[in-house]
């Protein structure tokens, strides 16, 4: 059974920076598709980041140029390095893998149970 485990969330001020970590368990196979969303009670989870095995990615609009998503395809390891965060940047920020961009693009797929992140001085 494959699971996703985040790590790195906590408090962080306005304007700093934070690291978001997610490592693959009890998987046999290269995820090609991982990436990071986020979700604020009240509100749908939305994407943030996505990368692909190729190195392709994309992100949200309202995190381009603050946020850089990377990736160990050996490891099948996804990391979100958040830079010059905002209050509106707290959420809980979620991992999710899929073995193709096909399984990602359906929706299905492994997420992990999230990590906090509080933006606040």
């Known amino acids: 059974q494959v699971q996703l485990v985040e790590f790195g969330g906590g408090l962080v001020q306005p304007g700093g920076l934070l690291r978001l970590p997610c490592a693959t368990f009890g998987s046999r196979f290269r995820l090609d598709a991982m990436g990071w969303y986020r979700q604020v009670p009240g509100k749908q989870r939305e994407l943030v980041a996505r990368?692909?095995?190729?190195?392709?990615?994309n992100y949200a609009d309202s995190v381009k140029g603050r946020f850089t998503i990377s990736r160990d395809n050996a490891e099948n390891t996804v990391d979100l390095h958040m830079r010059d965060l905002k209050p509106e940047d707290t959420a809980v920020y979620y991992c999710?893998?899929?073995?193709?961009?096909?399984?990602?693009?359906?929706?299905?797929?492994?997420w992990g149970k999230g990590t906090l992140v509080t933006v606040s001085s």
């Open positions: 990368i692909i095995s190729d190195g392709r990615t």
């Open positions: 999710r893998a899929a073995l193709t961009t096909t399984i990602w693009d359906s929706g299905t797929g492994y």
